[in-house]
């Protein structure tokens, strides 16, 4: 069973997913706001108070990027 689920992500939603692919990075968290709706869609999970992508999200970023890239050309 293929159970996809196309998330309606505002941008900031967007640019919060993808700031999380590697948190080390920069050591910022994203707005407050923008988590707790990631989290509520189960694409992100805190733990230890640090946000992380979960497999889901992963997966929504991977399929989102051909749609996001179809936006701006």
């Given at each position: 069973?293929?159970?996809?689920?196309?998330?309606?992500?505002?941008?900031?939603?967007?640019?919060?997913?993808?700031a999380?692919?590697n948190?080390?990075?920069?050591?910022?968290?994203?707005?407050?706001?923008?988590?707790?709706?990631?989290?509520?869609?189960?694409?992100?999970?805190?733990?230890?108070?640090?946000?992380?992508?979960?497999?889901?999200?992963?997966?929504?970023?991977?399929?989102?990027?051909?749609?996001?890239?179809?936006?701006?050309a």
């Open positions: 069973m293929n159970i996809d689920v196309d998330f309606d992500l505002s941008p900031d939603q967007w640019e919060a997913l993808k999380l692919r948190p080390a990075s920069n050591g910022r968290l994203s707005k407050a706001y923008l988590l707790e709706g990631l989290v509520k869609l189960g694409l992100v999970a805190i733990d230890d108070g640090v946000p992380a992508m979960t497999a889901t999200g992963r997966k929504v970023l991977v399929r989102g990027s051909c749609r996001l890239l179809d936006l701006v």
